[in-house]
């Protein structure tokens, strides 16, 4: 079953605005972590923000924020100020504990394509 | 700080032939990661270990594929026979539990 779900495949966004790329996630356990990853053109993947299932607050990191609402089990990435260089893949990840104390894997969503117009 | 470094960055190479792909974590990280991004599959988790113990391989597509982690500073996996379906680009991350995974640049991998 699909445990991460990312529902745009594209989205197009003006230079300067605000956008927001959806995420939903599936997991029946209380602590989990969620992360959302940037992969360019160049094809690198690039660490962006975290949220813990626990975590009171919205995580905030500069112009990232991540809309959190757990009874909703959804995370959604939030760019303000848009710029050229935001143009890339965007991917929501989600890491679920399991019996094991060292699992630690992640499981990634499809990804959504973002394109910043001038 | 150096991050994840892979290697080879592009590989090109004959359906049949051998290919090994690797990777140095970065120093500290007591996890590390295999994963195969393609556009039909996405990006998928093959393999990964935790104190060079490989802790899960479900997502290792079959034995042609196998993955070592001799020391805490390097890994490989190997393609043995290619397929031309193999062709894909192939990430290696790291981290420390509880921390993000950061992913080195990749290795293009092309099977003809």
């Known amino acids: 079953a699909q445990k991460i779900t990312q529902t745009q495949p594209g989205m197009f966004v003006q230079e300067k605005e605000a956008v927001t790329l959806d995420c939903t996630y599936d997991?029946?356990?209380?602590?989990?972590?969620l992360f959302w990853y940037k992969q360019p053109s160049s094809g690198e993947m690039i660490f962006l923000i975290y949220?813990?299932?626990?975590?009171?607050q919205n995580a905030t990191e500069g112009r990232y924020s991540l809309n959190f609402q757990k009874a909703r089990k959804s995370a959604n990435l939030v760019i303000s100020a848009s710029q050229l260089g935001d143009s890339a893949m965007y991917f929501c990840?989600?890491?679920?504990?399991?019996?094991?104390?060292?699992?630690?894997?992640?499981?990634f969503g499809a990804g959504t394509r973002l394109t910043v117009k001038p | 700080d150096a991050g994840v470094i892979q290697s080879p960055r592009h590989e090109v190479t004959e359906m049949g032939q051998e290919v090994t792909l690797r990777c140095k974590p970065i120093?500290?990280?007591?996890?590390l990661f295999w994963y195969r991004q393609t556009m039909m599959r996405g990006l998928e988790l093959l393999i990964y270990?935790?104190?060079?113990?490989?802790?899960?391989d479900s997502g290792m597509p079959e034995d042609r594929f196998s993955a070592k982690m001799p020391n805490a500073s390097f890994s490989t996996l190997k393609i043995q026979p290619s397929e031309p379906r193999d062709s894909a680009v192939y990430f290696c991350?790291?981290?420390?539990?509880?921390?993000?995974?950061?992913f080195g640049d990749g290795t293009r991998l092309s099977i003809l």
């Open positions: 990840a989600m890491r679920e504990p399991s019996q094991m104390y060292n699992n630690n894997d992640m499981r």
């Open positions: 997991t029946s356990d209380q602590s989990y972590g």
């Open positions: 949220q813990g299932s626990y975590d009171e």
């Open positions: 120093s500290g990280h007591d996890y």
């Open positions: 270990f935790n104190n060079n113990v490989p802790i899960d």
């Open positions: 991350a790291s981290n420390q539990i509880g921390r993000p995974q950061h």
